[in-house]
């Protein structure tokens, strides 16, 4: 267990604090995707993350590429605003940013922040959890599904069969090789999100047992062709991190969610599939399974 570091000491999010910090996440359960420590560590380098506690509070500030520093918002029992407005104070009079902001806050914090003076807040579309019924990713009902089966159906004539094995050690190789192959065939070089995505991925393969999350992979005639990774959000919803398929088989991806969400997360009653970012592909994407609902998210700022 790391030394746990008291405000305004930010220190670097390590895998060696997960066990103080899990036990924060797990008593407040915040809600959102990214307040896992899962999502934290593996994207810790893409955005710089760094963590102390306010009181009862575990904050996180931030930093994306060159852009100004950001608050994530605080997890505790109470008193999340008060440490908020400090995170915000102390990246202004440490940074020089004039406008801090808490990003991808949860609705609670910012309903809270609404009835307070001194405050702006909001809404981020882009940053909108999409939460999905599991009986409907797994069972694809209805019309509005049918392009899914057609899809799933696609793979079977091209393919005929494929083995479904959970994720173990003799997987990682082949693994990360699909992901190098599709980063090259997608020019992650040329995008900062995606070499953001692709460290990681390398990450939460490599660290997979210690993060304690489930993953699954897709065989096909003997080469790992699809694997996702994912854990339990709350009591009744698994969140899933990381899915990704060979992009030259038609309906891979349609068939390792609905096999991940059938043999692993059916007694869950919704599966969250995290943000769009605003990338219109990606919303289209998501918006084609039908969510059942959003967790919706905001930006909050001080005034003046």
């Known amino acids: 267990m790391g030394e746990i570091p008291l405000f305004p000491d930010f220190k670097p999010l390590g895998i060696d604090d997960r066990a103080s910090v899990i036990d924060i996440l797990r ?10 420590f899962t999502n934290l560590f593996i994207w810790r380098n893409h955005y710089n993350f760094r963590w102390c506690l306010y009181g009862d509070c575990f904050c996180v500030i931030g930093r994306e590429n060159s852009g100004p520093d950001f608050a994530m918002a605080p997890v505790g029992p109470s008193g999340r605003l008060n440490a908020g407005v400090a995170c915000l104070r102390w990246i202004r009079e440490t940074t020089g940013v004039s406008s801090p902001a808490i990003e991808r806050a949860d609705e609670s914090l910012a309903i809270e922040a609404s009835r307070s003076s001194g405050f702006t807040v909001e809404e981020r579309r882009e940053h909108f959890d999409y939460v999905y019924a599991t009986r409907d990713l797994i069972g694809l009902p209805g019309n509005k599904n049918r392009n899914k089966r057609n899809h799933i159906n696609q793979f079977f004539r091209a393919y005929g069969s494929y083995m479904y094995e959970e994720l173990n050690d003799k997987h990682l190789e082949a693994a990360l090789s699909l992901q190098e192959n599709w980063c090259l065939l997608k020019r992650c070089k040329e995008d900062l999100n995606l070499l953001g995505e692709w460290d990681a991925i390398r990450e939460i393969l490599n660290n997979y047992k210690v993060l304690e999350v489930a993953g699954a992979v897709i065989i096909v005639a003997g ?77 909050i700022g001080l005034e003046g």
Do not use: V
């Open 27 to 36: 008593s407040n359960r915040p809600g959102t995707s990214e307040l896992t």
């Open 223 to 299: 080469e790992i062709k699809a694997f996702t990774l994912g854990e339990p959000l709350s009591d009744d919803m698994a969140l899933i991190h990381i899915e990704k398929a060979d992009p030259g088989m038609p309906g891979l991806y349609q068939l390792i969610n609905q096999q991940f969400c059938a043999r692993r997360w059916s007694a869950m009653k919704f599966i969250n599939r995290e943000q769009d970012l605003g990338i219109p592909g990606l919303r289209e994407a998501k918006l084609s399974y039908n969510p059942d609902h959003f967790i919706k998210k905001y930006s």
